[in-house]
Structures are given as C-alpha cells and as structure tokens.
C-alpha cells in the first residue's frame, strides 16, 4: 500500500469519524429538546394551576366573607411562583448542554465532541444556579411574573379592601 492508498483510508476513516461524532452529538440534542419541552409544559400547567386555584381563592373569599381567604390566595400565588422558578432552573440546565452542542455543530470540529454529557453537564450547571439569588432572578422574568404578580396583587388589594371595609 502506497502513501496515497494510505492517506484515502485515514482521510476516509476521519470523515467516516466526524460523521458518527455528528449523528450521536444530534441524538443527543434531539433528546435534550424534547426535556425542554417537557420542562416548558410543565411550567405552563404550573401556571394554569396557579390562576385556577387563586381565583378560586378569591371567589371562596367573596362568598364566605372572610378576609383570610384573600390571604391564602395570595400565598398560594407566592407559592406558585416559587415553584415555576425552580422548575426553570431545572430547564435551563438542560438548556446549557444545549448550548455546547449547538456551539459543536457550528464549529464542525468532531474532536470537539465529548460524548453524551447530558446528567453531568446539567448536574454542573443545577449546583451553580441552585442559589437562591437566581431563582429570584427566574421569578423576576416577565414570562414568569406576570400571573403570580398580577394574582399576588388582586389578593393583596381585596384583602386590604375587606379590612377596611370597603367590600
């Protein structure tokens, strides 16, 4: 076998290498979608839940008369936020390996591949934004404020208002 026979086949295995780094990095992406979906939808049936039960809140408060009920309204808003949030940060872990990989397609370099990571990268990326100050900042989103906010709000102020009697 000649030097150029042998440079066909190295070139040919090279190839036939970046092909398989591509395919598995792809498997690897589609999977990671499809839990950034789910991680999506599940933040959407949180927030369903959420209104359903703070507007229940509020009629029980209305038909009943008691103001506490406005109160528990209001906390469970508080306690639907907080739990959209940190499902969130469950998600963009996901989201991080996601990233890395749409950055391997982009640069097309197989060497750059390392194999499927997706519970070590997002184990990783879970212990960094585990903190509290994140999930703050995950609450602070407008995609994520705005039912608990508004729900928090209407709660505070009905519950004020039946304490001074205005309703």
Not at 68 to 85: C, E, G, N, Q
Not at 98 to 123: D, R, W
Not at 136 to 158: D, E, F, Q, T
Request: one cysteine or more; charged letters at 20%.
């Amino acid at each position: 076998m000649n030097v150029l026979e042998r440079e066909a086949i190295d070139e040919e295995k090279s190839e036939s290498s970046r092909i398989l780094a591509r395919n598995r990095a792809l498997e690897e992406y589609k999977l990671l979608q499809s839990h950034l979906i789910t991680y999506r939808s599940a933040s959407m049936t949180i927030k369903n839940w959420s209104v359903t039960v703070c507007l229940a809140g509020l009629a029980a408060g209305f038909s009943q008369g008691k103001p506490a009920i406005f109160l528990l309204a209001a906390l469970a808003a508080v306690t639907f936020w907080i739990m959209d949030a940190r499902w969130l940060v469950y998600g963009e872990s996901f989201n991080s390996r996601a990233v890395q990989l749409e950055n391997f397609f982009a640069s097309n370099k197989p060497h750059e591949y390392s194999g499927p990571l997706i519970e070590m990268t997002c184990s990783e990326h879970r212990k960094t934004m585990r903190n509290k100050p994140h999930t703050l900042k995950l609450m602070l989103r407008r995609s994520i404020h705005m039912p608990y906010s508004i729900i928090l709000s209407i709660s505070a102020l009905v519950f004020m208002l039946s304490k001074l009697n205005f309703i």
